[in-house]
């Protein structure tokens, strides 16, 4: 492979035209547009981007003439990664927890407590540098679409100001004032979920796209979730659930039920469980990175795809159970212990994630979708579990405009 190169460009990166040749391996994610997979790979491609969109793809001897040109060196072209799930304002580390926990200590919920006294305590600008950090650290990674969650403020205050952060830098932001019940509402756990679906989603409500909760043992029964979810429904957020990843219980159930676009996590399945996902629009978003952090069980992505469900994979990242903003990461953990192929993974962290946000204009490399594409030091998107650690990510564009 040889070193990537631009020609000059000839006009504004607004209105001008770039062609990517000598592209090895194309993963458009459009079966029409390749070899008839779902990840509909192109060999010998090239890619047409105009202003912030895919233009055209193909095969590099039949692209048309363009402003710019981009040699990709042989090297493999993706989508940009979707990060359907984060939680991504926040303040502090719990690195204590999770040496002790390392040592034998289970994860439980409960961690989420230290996280919120520091999120509280922390500036609006210690909030923004930290968002920015890693979201800076996630792009670098290939990530060009991320979801982030409040859920660390517990407050009306609190969590509005979390989400009118992350809006800064996303327009897929999730209410989660359901992660826990508020230190200061421990005795009154129905308090508190009558301050999330009034004063809370008041506040809070103008700011998101979506809301959550943490449907689990030690956190938020399946009515209570029920009745929040609902509360949000009807305030014209949109459903989406932390669901099944410590113990079994309703939260799968209730995602479907309320045409959630992802169920969560999915790690302790029931055969009725799996059915009431292949049978509904909600995308099982499975999350690698806490099952390494917690030494958990991994969920089963094979039963998933074998019955039919629709699977998405994100990092999870978050400062207690999942550490990290690295996509590349996820997928090897899904094919080297979730039963995934790389297709399958890499498919499941593009267009997947997309799913999950019930987005068409991202997760694939199609005339229309916006312009986010992944360059690999590598010929094929393969390498991304082959070479698990190796920062194979050697070129962003983001909406047209090349950032990394």
């Known amino acids: 492979m040889s070193n990537a190169t631009t020609v000059s460009p000839a006009h504004s990166a607004s209105t001008a035209s770039t062609l990517i040749t000598n592209i090895a391996t194309l993963v458009t994610n459009d079966p029409s547009l390749g070899d008839t997979s779902p990840l509909g790979l192109v060999q010998d491609a090239a890619v047409v981007i105009e202003g912030d969109r895919i233009a055209w793809t193909g095969d590099q001897s039949k692209a048309p003439a363009t402003d710019n040109r981009v040699d990709a060196g042989g090297r493999a072209v993706l989508p940009g990664f979707v990060d359907s799930h984060s939680h991504l304002v926040f303040a502090g580390d719990r690195t204590q927890e999770f040496n002790a926990r390392m040592s034998g200590r289970p994860y439980s919920a409960g961690g989420i407590r ?3 006294a520091a999120t509280r305590a922390a500036s609006d600008e210690e909030l923004e540098a930290n968002v920015t950090r890693y979201l800076a650290e ?7 679409t991320f979801e982030t969650k409040s859920g660390y403020g517990l407050t009306a205050h609190d969590e509005s100001r979390a989400l009118r952060i992350a809006a800064r ?3 897929e932001v999730t209410f989660l004032g359901a992660h826990i019940v508020a230190p200061e509402f421990a005795e009154d756990p129905a308090g508190y979920v009558a301050l ?27 009515d209570q979730a029920r009745a929040i979810l609902t509360a949000g429904k009807a305030r014209g957020l949109h459903p989406r659930v932390h669901a099944n990843q410590l113990s079994y219980g309703p939260g799968v159930r209730l995602a479907v039920e309320l045409d959630a676009a992802s169920a969560d996590h999915c790690t302790h399945l029931t055969d009725a469980d799996v059915d009431a996902l292949a049978n509904s629009r909600t995308v ?6 806490a099952e390494f952090s917690t030494r958990a069980e991994w969920p089963d992505a094979r039963r998933l795809l074998d019955a039919g469900v629709t699977v998405a994979l994100s990092t999870d990242c978050n400062p207690g ?7 590349p990461f996820c997928i090897a953990l899904a094919v080297r212990d979730m039963g995934m192929t790389p297709d399958e993974a890499v498919w499941a962290a593009t267009a997947g994630g997309a799913a999950a946000l019930r987005r068409d204009d991202i997760g694939r490399l199609t005339p229309g979708a916006y312009a986010d594409l992944t360059l690999l030091d590598a010929p094929s998107h393969v390498h991304l579990a082959y070479r698990p650690g190796v920062p194979l990510v050697s070129g962003v564009w983001r909406r047209g405009e090349r950032v990394v």
């Open 284 to 289: 099982a978003t499975l999350l690698p990175g």
């Open 138 to 144: 996630a792009l670098r990674q290939g990530t060009t």
């Open 321 to 327: 159970s999942s550490f990290t903003s690295s996509v």
């Open 169 to 171: 830098h996303t327009d």
């Open 196 to 222: 999330v679906t009034g004063g809370m989603l008041d506040a809070c409500a103008p700011h998101a796209r979506w809301i959550d909760v943490f449907c689990e043992k030690g956190a938020f029964d399946g």
């Open 114 to 116: 230290t996280t919120v």
